[in-house]
T-cell receptor, first 110, second 116 residues
Framework: TQLLEQSPQFLSIQEGENLTVYCNSSSVFSSLQWYRQEPGEGPVLLVTVVTGGEVKKLKRLTFQFGDARKDSSLHITAAQPGDTGLYLCAGTSGNTPLVFGKGTRLSVIA | EAGVAQSPRYKIIEKRQSVAFWCNPISGHATLYWYQQILGQGPKLLIQ????????DSQLPKDRFSAERLKGVDSTLKIQPAKLEDSAVYLC??????????????FGPGTRLTVL
């Protein structure tokens, strides 16, 4: 069974700070996705990474896929209150269903 | 473009009762997914449809859960009878294609079920 471990589980920071959240597994994934979920809503896809070592940037968010395709990180620069939410990573290998981690709950305080 | 619609948004029932959830995917999306998200966990796939056929239901507790997508458009998920551990948010998602590797799934707002 493929498992994705996310850390930290909870993170509370001040506006303007930088942060990094992690997604780790002992399994290799062919692709990995990051989602953000706000209370009362479904997850919204932020990015998909497919190549080992790949780095993608989305405004203040930087996503990296590990060289061995077993781990990923999300770095947020100068966090804003609008970044508050549950960040989920999800991976698939070949034609397997998406497996989600438990998420990192981020709170950015103004 | 309208998103994935789900109803009801909230449901409270007693254990051993039955409940049904409805999902209308984005127009033209052939693939429909039902996920269960227990508090503090990530979503877990229950069932995946490609048009009106089942692609994957390996994690669906078939003794109490059933789902259908008869005309290949909207879908219903049923629980009968419900147990306390079924309390969760039930998310519906849809995608244009069934390829999992690069597929973008669009999620609805979910139905929050509380079983007392």
């Amino acid at each position: 069974t493929q498992l994705l471990e996310q850390s930290p589980q909870f993170l509370s920071i001040q506006e303007g700070e930088n942060l990094t959240v992690y997604c780790n597994s002992s399994s290799v994934f062919s692709s990995l996705q990051w989602y953000r979920q706000e209370p009362g809503e479904g997850p919204v896809l932020l990015v998909t990474v497919v190549t080992g070592g790949e780095v993608k940037k989305l405004k203040r968010l930087t996503f990296q896929f590990g060289d061995a395709r077993k781990d990923s990180s999300l770095h947020i620069t100068a966090a804003q209150p609008g970044d508050t939410g549950l960040y989920l990573c999800a991976g698939t290998s070949g034609n397997t269903p998406l497996v989600f981690g438990k998420g990192t709950r981020l709170s950015v305080i103004a | 473009e309208a998103g994935v619609a789900q109803s009801p948004r909230y449901k409270i029932i007693e254990k051993r009762q039955s409940v049904a959830f409805w999902c209308n995917p984005i127009s033209g999306h052939a693939t429909l997914y039902w996920y269960q998200q227990i508090l503090g966990q990530g979503p877990k796939l229950l069932i995946q449809f490609q048009n009106n056929g089942v692609v994957d239901d390996s994690q669906l507790p078939k003794d109490r859960f059933s789902a259908e997508r008869l005309k290949g458009v909207d879908s219903t998920l049923k629980i009968q009878p419900a147990k306390l551990e079924d309390s969760a948010v039930y998310l519906c998602a849809s995608s244009l294609h069934s390829s999992r590797a690069l597929n973008t799934q669009y999620f609805g707002p979910g139905t929050r079920l509380t079983v007392l």
